[in-house]
């Protein structure tokens, strides 16, 4: 929530700038715009920073690409072809991926299998829906 001690000067004058003139009303009424946006946002970001973060890796790019585009769940020795990299490191990446939520893993014996969360569906949906669209 913002917290309005003064009326800011700059959003007054920007306020003047677009009306062509401006009151203490006309600023209050941005503020309480402002302020509905911002109570919108989440107040507490850390596990779409987690996840957003765990993207930022290329491996766990990768990973979490090769399992949204698998019709079903793939396992370590499955993703090893495919990823240049340790399967120790895939293991690692599974791991950290898992811990943000963006995939899951069910163990069958010795083997683990992993898939996609519906979160990591949608945020591989949103990328591709924005490829190409950078400049936009």
């Known amino acids: 929530m913002i917290i309005r001690m003064a009326q800011p000067d700059r959003l007054h004058r920007l306020v003047a700038d677009e009306l062509g003139e401006c009151c203490d009303a006309d600023v209050t009424a941005r503020l309480e715009t402002l302020e509905s946006l911002a109570a919108d946002v989440p107040d507490d970001p850390a596990s779409d920073l987690a996840a957003l973060s765990t993207l930022g890796d290329d491996t766990r790019y990768r990973l979490v690409r090769l399992l949204v585009a698998a019709a079903d769940e793939l396992c ?61």
């Open 76 to 136: 370590v020795c499955e993703l090893s072809p495919l990823v240049d990299v340790s399967d120790s490191a895939i293991s690692h990446a599974l791991s950290d991926l898992t811990d943000a939520g963006l995939v899951t893993r069910r163990k069958e014996g010795t083997w683990r299998y992993y898939r996609p969360t519906e979160r990591a569906d949608r945020l591989v949906a949103a990328l591709d829906a924005t490829r190409g669209n950078i400049d936009d």
